[in-house]
């Protein structure tokens, strides 16, 4: 029964805005209980105790609703999605510069294969610890870790220190898209997890405040070099200033994250460690800030049972991490979704990088590039840019329509990719170029973003960022490759834009046959 302290907090709730209005989701259960939705996968035969208390958790967390707690998540969570793409982007667009000002002696591309093995041992390391030590740790630190390697990369005397801070920089994003979607999925009423679709836009705000800075500093003939021949330090100081001005600006990001927000652990990681009274505490302090009441009590937590299949008897121990990775395959239907899930995130890791890196020297061999001077491709780099920010936007809604849910939502972003990719075949003009590339932009983050929120909404929460990390994981690996490719295939040929075409194929044809649809039900 409420207390008088709930009941007056309840006639006091907050107008928390936009996101508050009932959409997709919440169309369909506005006139439900909490208690009625179902979790992903509850019928799954997992841990009954853990079953138990994810319902009454999720009931907890749908009773609060929205608030300015979620908003602050979204923005916060928000700034690790913008630098893993500001960071992919970042050593794409000051290699070339500083391997001009070191005498071009060395591996052309070995900028981009730091970061990806960094991105990769960071996805791995952020990912598995966050299942081990819990999210918030991870969560406060990545994000420091990456400004910092940035600003000292900025200085680096030579191409192959360049390269060691680069990987660090991508050590320390690398667990970013796992910790962002993990934190703000495990907070979320029901009724909006779209939102964690949404929250993919920030990606491409990533990469269109890169394309500024780059447009800024890397045009200015007196901060860039002409040739290799003549490149001394002082004259080349663009793509340094770059790295300052982006480390300065991911810096602020992880002061951010540790004084707008104190993050508490999650509830729903505390539910494996068994946390309980933690647990309440945690949603009780939120839902008294925010004038919303709470029924969850730690006797109806403990009423449940004890979960005993979320750790190992020793938490820092190599056999905890085997209970990590078993859990990804406790049941059939668990292990085939972490396996097609795996192999979606190892198509588009290797279909979008290998894209980009065979389409300069296409668009090259057919004139494209022809009166194109360095103002104007920094212009169209940014507008392409721009226009990835709309994909997840169009992508949350689509996402909610009964009709279409995750999987079709993915598959059709993956088809229409697919199409422009085979469209790009004709592009003979830097117009058709500017106007491919950001239709292409535009789709593929309908894809990219989605799967970014389906990963960890179909994960267990015992094992979500480990399962999540190996994903992520498999797409930097699949990356390394690509730059290894570019460096000894013929890129002037039609041939790999019809192969990166066919991949998004199968990347539908995956998401079509994945065995969880997480519209309508609560994550696990």
């Not at 360049?162 to 994003?173: D, P, S």
């Not at 989605?450 to 690996?477: D, F, K, Q």
């Amino acid at each position: 029964m409420a207390t008088a302290e709930e009941k007056t907090m309840g006639d006091r709730k907050e107008d928390p805005g936009l996101f508050e209005g009932n959409v997709g989701i919440g169309d369909d259960r506005a006139s439900e209980s909490t208690g009625g939705a179902e979790e992903i996968l509850a019928l799954q035969d997992l841990d009954p105790a853990l079953n138990a208390k994810m319902h009454l958790v999720n009931n907890a967390i749908d009773e609060i609703g929205w608030t300015n707690y979620h908003w602050k998540l979204f923005v916060l969570n928000g700034f690790g999605y913008a630098v893993d793409s500001l960071v992919l982007l970042l050593q794409s667009n000051i290699a070339g510069p500083a391997f001009k000002e070191f005498g071009q002696v060395g591996y052309e591309n070995a900028q981009t294969i730091a970061t990806y093995v960094g991105m990769l041992v960071g996805a791995l390391f952020w990912g598995m610890s966050a299942d081990i030590i819990g999210r918030r740790w991870a969560f406060n630190i990545s994000l420091f870790i990456s400004s910092v390697a940035t600003v000292v990369s900025g200085a680096a005397p030579s191409w192959a220190s360049l390269g060691f801070f680069t990987a660090m920089v991508g050590f320390g994003a690398g667990g970013n898209l796992i910790l962002d979607t993990t934190v703000f999925l495990e907070y979320l009423p029901s009724n909006k997890q779209w939102a964690l679709t949404f929250l993919a836009c920030w990606w491409g705000i990533g990469q269109a405040v890169t394309g500024f800075i780059c447009w800024g500093f890397l045009v200015p003939s007196q901060w860039n070099c002409e040739s290799v021949e003549n490149c001394p330090r002082d004259s080349n100081q663009g793509w340094r200033y770059v790295m300052y001005t982006s480390g300065a600006l991911v810096f602020v990001m992880s002061i951010a994250r540790v004084t707008v927000i104190r993050l508490q652990e999650t509830p729903k990681y505390r539910l494996g460690t068994g946390e309980d009274a933690e647990l309440v505490q945690t949603l009780h302090s939120i839902a008294k800030k925010y004038n919303r009441t709470c029924s969850l009590t730690v006797d109806k937590l403990e009423a449940c049972g004890t979960v005993r299949t979320a750790h190992s008897e020793s938490r820092y121990s190599f056999r905890e991490s085997g209970v990590h990775l078993s859990g990804l395959f406790a049941t059939t239907k668990i292990g085939i979704s972490t396996v097609l899930i795996w192999l979606s995130w190892t198509l588009i890791g290797l279909a979008y990088p290998l894209f980009y890196v065979f389409l300069s020297s296409y668009l090259a061999s057919r004139g494209a590039y022809n009166g194109v001077g360095t103002f104007e491709t920094w212009r169209n780099y940014t507008l392409t840019n721009i226009s990835g920010i709309f994909g997840p936007v169009l992508a949350a809604w689509m996402c909610n329509l009964k009709v279409l849910g995750r999987k079709y939502t993915m598959a059709i972003g993956a088809l229409v990719t697919m199409a422009f990719f085979f469209a790009y075949t004709v592009v003979s003009t830097p117009t058709q170029d500017v106007g491919f590339s950001c239709a292409i932009a535009f789709c593929i983050n309908i894809y990219y973003g989605t799967l970014y929120a389906y990963t960890p909404e179909v994960l267990p929460s015992a094992h979500r960022a480990t399962g999540n990390g190996i994903a992520v994981g498999c797409n930097r690996i699949m990356g390394i490759i690509s730059a290894v490719v570019a460096s000894t295939a013929d890129t002037g040929t039609v041939a790999p834009i019809y192969i990166c075409a066919a991949l998004y194929l199968a990347m539908a044809a995956v998401s079509v046959i994945f065995p969880f649809e997480p519209y309508g039900r609560r994550s696990s």
